[in-house]
């Protein structure tokens, strides 16, 4: 596992896509005084020994003017077709500072399967069924 701690944010993707890991969350601690995204601390720690697909939990500090930066909210309406079977739904969300998930459950269709999502700034809203992306929505 590479060490991001200390670094900005995008460089910290950009490692993390490299060593072929995946992000599974990230949070923010807004921080006055600090100037930039950076990752505060990491999961995996720092020299792990890691598989490639390792889900990695991001910690950021990020600076306290970010925080009066509008949220917004959608709720997300996926519908299953039958023809699907059983699939592995995710939902992730990806706004100005982070991509998280905000939903992972095995459903049946069919199905309809409702998600309020939130994020700041620009929010791109992706569906995967079984890992494969079906559905991104910018707005």
Not at 6 to 29: F, N
Not at 94 to 113: C, I, L
């Given at each position: 596992?590479?060490?991001?701690e200390g670094l900005p944010y995008e460089?910290?993707?950009?490692?993390?896509?490299?060593?072929?890991?995946?992000?599974?969350?990230?949070?923010?601690?807004?921080?006055?005084?600090?100037?930039?995204?950076?990752?505060?601390?990491?999961?995996?720690?720092?020299?792990?020994?890691?598989?490639?697909?390792?889900?990695?939990?991001?910690?950021l500090s990020v600076p306290s003017t970010?925080?009066?930066?509008?949220?917004?909210?959608?709720?997300?309406?996926?519908?299953?077709?039958?023809?699907?079977?059983?699939?592995?739904?995710?939902?992730?969300?990806?706004?100005?500072?982070?991509?998280?998930?905000?939903?992972?459950?095995?459903?049946?269709?069919p199905a309809t399967v409702e998600q309020?999502?939130?994020?700041?700034?620009?929010?791109?809203?992706?569906?995967?069924?079984?890992?494969?992306?079906?559905?991104?929505?910018?707005?």
């Amino acid at each position: 596992m590479p060490s991001l701690e200390g670094l900005p944010y995008e460089e910290a993707l950009t490692l993390i896509s490299q060593a072929h890991l995946q992000i599974r969350r990230v949070s923010r601690s807004y921080l006055p005084g600090v100037q930039e995204i950076t990752v505060s601390s990491q999961y995996p720690l720092s020299g792990s020994q890691v598989s490639q697909g390792t889900e990695v939990l991001l910690t950021l500090s990020v600076p306290s003017t970010y925080e009066s930066l509008g949220q917004k909210s959608a709720s997300v309406s996926v519908e299953i077709p039958a023809s699907a079977g059983t699939v592995r739904l995710r939902i992730t969300v990806q706004d100005r500072y982070e991509t998280k998930e905000v939903y992972s459950n095995d459903h049946t269709g069919p199905a309809t399967v409702e998600q309020l999502v939130s994020g700041y700034g620009m929010i791109t809203i992706r569906v995967y069924f079984d890992n494969q992306l079906i559905r991104e929505d910018t707005f």
